[in-house]
């Protein structure tokens, strides 16, 4: 069993003590006693220690009364752990507290305060890190499971590391909803589910069910339902603010900032929006910035500022190249390029397809190989290489028409007569709107995205329609794809 912590009138005894570099004997020949007086005072194992006999012991030493009571403060920290009370399954155990307290209790004041901060740290670091791997390895299990199993073995997890597989989930679910809104909610709300059943202190419980939270209103934004959204990320905040001030730890508040900044973009609030993603980057670390100004950089796409939606990528370079994922990288130079060709700087697109190009070769797959087409048609279009452009719009149409991606398909049908128009094919117009809106038609496309591209092919049939309408009706699309709430008229 090991021996108990000295009360904190020894503690801070010892901790004055070796501040000024004093031995045992030498405070024992100040304060008229014998060395082992005050050996039995720091130890606490014999003889009682008053709050009068600690102030006369640290005036021999040279201090005074203010000096005293900062030590008991200190001291009154290290002494002890049995009142501490595990707030989360990643706080320090008893023991790892009373170890730390004792380590740092040998050293001096001034440097006891700062080694305690770092002991607790390092063990609080260990238990996350610990937590994490398991539940990477409970996610490959889980993940190759039906769905109908995965709850039954999340329940079976270990209680301590039951936490980091509610995050793993809400991660997971972050990655599906790039490809598939189903699933990704899924998997938040299995996320929310586990969070329910987990045990531990109020702060903690609340806290691990508003972060799953989060991301339930973050999948249903990704699946259009935006009233759904907005309730959920209202009963988020409401349990995180219900858990009180946030320990160190894991669960980071940053992280709701950057989801709900997508939600208020989603909602066209661009000034809310901007602040939740500037709120997220002032308190997320270094190595996720890059990140989140690529979120900056695309809600300032959407809310028409294509000059601060460069500068976001400009500053989110450094930080994804040094730390983002490889898709973060191929998006951040995707991304730049487009920009560069919104404010019409073709020739300095044209220098950075190249690495774009490489970089997908190495990491990417043939339909970013396809976008790239796309990229390259619309450069060649903005330095007046018309038949190049018309030929690697022509090429990227059939390969997206191949794969079923209407959308896509639309798009790039007016890249191709936007050139139609200006040399005045408009017969070959009529035909290739026409062509598009039956693909259109056969895909699940928002209303008001249907009628600006049935305004487009009316126009075309009638013979009225005019390159400036064709750009238009692209530059609408392109952003309500991502807002199914733009109207044409507003976007125009």
Same mark, same amino acid.
């Given at each position: ?18 501040? !000024? ?23 606490? +194992? ?25 030590? $008991? ?29 004792? +380590? ?5 004041? &001034?440097?006891? %305060? ?7 740290? =390092? ?29 039954? $073995? ?13 995050? !793993?989930?809400c991660a997971e679910s972050v990655r599906a909803a790039a490809d598939d809104a189903v699933r990704s909610l899924r998997l938040a709300r299995q996320a929310l589910w586990l969070a329910e059943q987990i045990s531990g202190g109020r702060g903690w419980h ?12 973050n999948a249903q934004r990704v699946a259009n339902d935006l009233p759904a959204a907005v309730s959920s990320f209202a009963t988020a905040w409401r349990l995180w603010r219900e858990a009180g001030p946030a320990p160190a730890g894991p669960l980071p508040e ?7 900044? %997508? $939600? ?27 990140? +989140? =100004? $690529? ?31 490889? !898709? ?5 130079? /995707? ?34 190989? &396809?976008? +790239? ?14 038949? *190049? ?29 936007? =050139? ?24 699940t496309v928002h209303r008001e995205a249907l009628a600006a591209l049935q305004l487009f092919c009316r126009a075309a049939r009638d013979g009225t329609a005019t390159a400036d309408l064709a750009r238009r009706v692209l530059a609408y699309l392109e952003r ?7 109207? /044409?008229? *507003?976007?125009?």
């Amino acid at each position: 069993m090991p021996r108990a912590a000295p009360p904190p009138l020894s503690l801070a005894l010892s901790c004055l003590r070796k501040h !000024r570099a004093w031995t045992e004997a030498q405070l024992a020949a100040a304060a008229g006693m014998r060395r082992q007086q005050i050996c039995n005072f720091e130890t606490g +194992i014999r003889g009682e220690l008053s709050r009068e006999t600690l102030e006369r012991l640290a005036t021999a030493m040279g201090y005074g009364p203010g000096d005293v009571t900062l030590a $008991l403060v200190f001291a009154g920290g290290l002494a002890g752990a049995g009142d501490v009370e595990r707030l989360s399954p990643v706080d320090p155990t008893p023991s790892e507290v009373r170890r730390a307290r004792r +380590i740092a209790a040998r050293v001096g004041l &001034t440097e006891a %305060s700062r080694m305690y901060g770092q002991l607790l740290d =390092l063990a609080r670091v260990r238990r996350i890190e610990h937590a994490r791997r398991a539940a990477a390895k409970l996610w490959d299990d889980l993940r190759r499971q039906p769905p109908a199993r995965q709850r039954a $073995l999340a329940a079976r997890a270990p209680e301590p590391h039951r936490w980091a597989l509610v995050e !793993r989930l809400c991660a997971e679910s972050v990655r599906a909803a790039a490809d598939d809104a189903v699933r990704s909610l899924r998997l938040a709300r299995q996320a929310l589910w586990l969070a329910e059943q987990i045990s531990g202190g109020r702060g903690w419980h609340l806290r691990l069910q508003g972060y799953a939270w989060a991301f339930v209103a973050n999948a249903q934004r990704v699946a259009n339902d935006l009233p759904a959204a907005v309730s959920s990320f209202a009963t988020a905040w409401r349990l995180w603010r219900e858990a009180g001030p946030a320990p160190a730890g894991p669960l980071p508040e940053w992280r709701l900032l950057d989801l709900e900044g %997508s $939600l208020r973009r989603a909602l066209r609030q661009f000034p809310a929006a901007l602040d939740c993603l500037d709120r997220a980057l002032s308190a997320a670390p270094i190595e996720v910035r890059g990140r +989140i =100004l $690529l979120n900056k950089q695309f809600t300032l796409e959407q809310a028409g500022d294509i000059a601060g939606a460069l500068a976001a990528l400009e500053e989110a370079a450094p930080l994804v190249d040094a730390h983002g994922e490889p !898709r973060d990288r191929r998006v951040l130079r /995707f991304n730049a390029i487009v920009v560069l060709c919104h404010l019409g700087r073709h020739a300095v697109a044209a220098e950075r397809l190249p690495e774009l190009r490489r970089i997908v070769l190495e990491r990417g797959d043939r339909l970013d190989l &396809t976008r +790239i087409g796309w990229l390259a048609g619309r450069i060649a279009a903005g330095l007046g290489h018309r038949d *190049e452009a018309r030929a690697a719009f022509g090429q990227a149409r059939q390969e997206f028409a191949d794969r079923g991606l209407g959308y896509d398909t639309a798009l790039l049908s007016l890249e191709i007569a936007v =050139l139609h128009l200006e040399e005045g094919r408009t017969a070959e117009v009529a035909e290739l709107a026409a062509e598009t809106l039956q693909v259109f038609r056969a895909q699940t496309v928002h209303r008001e995205a249907l009628a600006a591209l049935q305004l487009f092919c009316r126009a075309a049939r009638d013979g009225t329609a005019t390159a400036d309408l064709a750009r238009r009706v692209l530059a609408y699309l392109e952003r309500a794809r991502h807002d199914p709430h733009l109207r /044409f008229e *507003e976007a125009a």
